[in-house]
């Protein structure tokens, strides 16, 4: 079911515990992780809605998208952290705490650069001269 379904935070979560439940199923791990960055990307261009979001808000700058991207490069350390979907992930994590640094929201700029720091995306100098 996981492989077949075509809304990502469905096939995010099936193939997320379906990989958990059997490690030895390594393309279902690069699924999840490839599914997780899809929706944070989809809710940034506003194809998807996180629940009581305002009108507003910046889609990738939400505290779930933050949780789905910490999940994506959990699984992503297991899987092989050069792969290109994990390589994905911790290019989001780069972008949005960039996003969030560039359009001064605080809160998410302390989110993201959490992230960043806990699985080193990228260099700690760069995520302290961030402003």
């Not at 700058?61 to 949780?67: G, M």
């Amino acid at each position: 079911m996981a492989e077949r379904a075509t809304n990502p935070v469905l096939r995010a979560r099936l193939s997320d515990v379906c990989w958990l439940l059997d490690r030895k199923r390594g393309a279902l791990g690069s699924l999840a992780t490839s599914s997780y960055v899809e929706i944070i990307q989809k809710a940034d261009a506003g194809e998807l809605k996180w629940r009581f979001s305002k009108e507003n808000e910046a889609g990738g700058l939400q505290h779930k998208a933050c949780n789905h991207l910490r999940r994506a490069l959990q699984i992503g350390r297991s899987i092989g952290w050069d792969k290109p979907e994990t390589m994905a992930a911790r290019l989001l994590v780069a972008q949005l705490r960039n996003c969030a640094n560039s359009v001064g929201m605080l809160v998410p700029v302390q989110w993201f650069s959490r992230l960043d720091l806990d699985f080193g995306v990228s260099d700690p100098a760069e995520v302290a001269a961030a402003r």
